[in-house]
């Protein structure tokens, strides 16, 4: 099956920690986005990538961030400077960025709550 | 400047009833492109449908349909006949050719009763 997998679904940190999330994909897409959702929000986009090895900041970068040593894999740290890191983090990946007729298509999503 | 504004927060219609959700976008780029997703409780989207700017065509899907107009800058979906599978965040976008971003609305909740 292909797919978007994010893990974990809940994830719980202490206050100045770092913590990484997985998104992984094998629909073997280009590019690669990641999304914060607050409650009764819409989405913001964070980070992104075209290719393996390059990325680049998107709305809400600061605290965040990224890597793209594979193409399947696009993981993201939350570090402690992000100050309001409680959200739903979103994972995306589409065929080719430069073309705007690439649609974007999610995965399921993880859960961090800061305590 | 571009946006995308739902101005419904939250829906709640009974079961079978018929329901839009509306989405007005701006934008000054000439091509562009549109699109619903559906957020069901489990969190992840779901993409439904993507108009680009030059197709004024409405669109059906089985209950969906979905209502373009170039003039008003509005891309609205409605359900037909409502179901309750049917409650869910529905989320309308839109993507410059420009910028390559995606810009969501705020979300429309859906509630539908039994």
Known sequence: DGGITQSPKYLFRKEGQNVTLSCEQNLNHDAMYWYRQDPGQGLRLIYYSQIVNDFQKGDIAEGYSVSREKKESFPLTVTSAQKNPTAFYLCASSIVLAKSTDTQYFGPGTRLTVL | ?114
């Open chain 2, 1 to 114: 400047a571009q946006k995308v504004t739902q101005a419904q927060t939250e829906i709640s219609v009974v079961e079978k009833e018929d329901v839009t959700l509306d989405c007005v976008y701006e934008t000054r780029d000439t091509t562009y492109y549109l699109f619903w997703y559906k957020q069901p409780p489990s969190g992840e989207l779901v993409f439904l449908i993507r108009r680009n700017s030059f197709d004024e065509q409405n669109e059906i899907s089985g209950r969906y349909s979905w209502n373009f107009q170039k003039s008003t800058s509005s891309f609205n979906f409605t359900i037909t006949a409502s179901q309750v599978v049917d409650s869910a965040v529905y989320f309308c976008a839109l993507r410059s050719v420009n910028t390559g971003k995606l810009i969501f609305g705020q979300g429309t909740t859906l509630q539908v009763k039994p």
